[in-house]
T-cell receptor, first 115, second 117 residues
């Protein structure tokens, strides 16, 4: 079955360390998105990509970086510049206009904790 | 600018009672509106959506929502709550569109539904 796979499910980061969250989809979707979820704040957009080798900053991109070298993959790196990285991270995908008509498909998330 | 307000961060209902989760939006253009459900430590799953046409939309698991343009609302209802409905629910409105090449969401802050036995 098609879907989005996020790994790992739980991730622990030490102070000053960069970590990378994986997101892979086999839905043949062009558009992919990264959201951060904090209690009581809903979901906030970090980065999104509409096509391979292209991506745009969302509302809270500082301290994060992404790449889109393959259609299927959209990894997110949480850098040491992100001062409060503890959160639940969600990856999603859609066809370019399908987000408005069919909705997004979400992965099951990665919970990142700073130790 | 588009925005979404969900009234009540926590809602408790008895099993078998009516579920009503409120969502109001502001949008300068006709919106596309969505409700998503999230179970603990899971991603979001689409419950239902309004794009065009009939203003009363039915979704999965017996949920439905009505788009009321005059009230700028898109409240989610279910006639009879079940224990399995306990989850967090998010209302979302799209921003962007064909001109920008993609549709992004603005999410509400979520409503956690608790179902009491």
């Amino acid at each position: 079955d098609g879907g989005i796979t996020q790994s790992p499910k739980y991730l622990f980061r030490k102070e000053g360390q960069n970590v990378t969250l994986s997101c892979e989809q086999n839905l043949n979707h062009d558009a992919m998105y990264w959201y951060r979820q904090d209690p009581g704040q809903g979901l906030r957009l970090i980065y999104y990509s509409q096509i391979v080798n292209d991506f745009q900053k969302g509302d809270i991109a500082e301290g994060y970086s992404v790449s889109r070298e393959k259609k299927e993959s959209f990894p997110l790196t949480v850098t040491s510049a992100q001062k409060n990285p503890t959160a639940f991270y969600l990856c999603a995908s859609s066809t370019p206009t399908g987000g408005a008509v069919y909705g997004y498909t979400f992965g099951s998330g990665t919970r990142l904790t700073v130790v | 600018a588009q925005s979404v307000t969900q009234l009540g961060s926590h809602v408790s209902v008895s099993e078998g009672a009516l579920v009503l989760l409120r969502c109001n939006y502001s949008s300068s253009v006709p919106p596309y509106l969505f409700w998503y459900v999230q179970y603990p430590n899971q991603g979001l799953q689409l419950l239902l959506k309004y794009t065009t046409g009939a203003t009363l939309v039915k979704g999965i698991n017996g949920f439905e929502a009505e788009f009321k343009k005059s009230e700028t609302s898109f409240h989610l209802t279910k006639p009879s709550a079940h224990m399995s409905d306990a989850a967090e629910y998010f209302c979302a409105v799209t921003k962007g569109g064909f001109a920008s090449g993609t549709y992004k969401y603005i999410f509400g802050t979520g409503t956690r539904l608790k179902v009491l036995a």
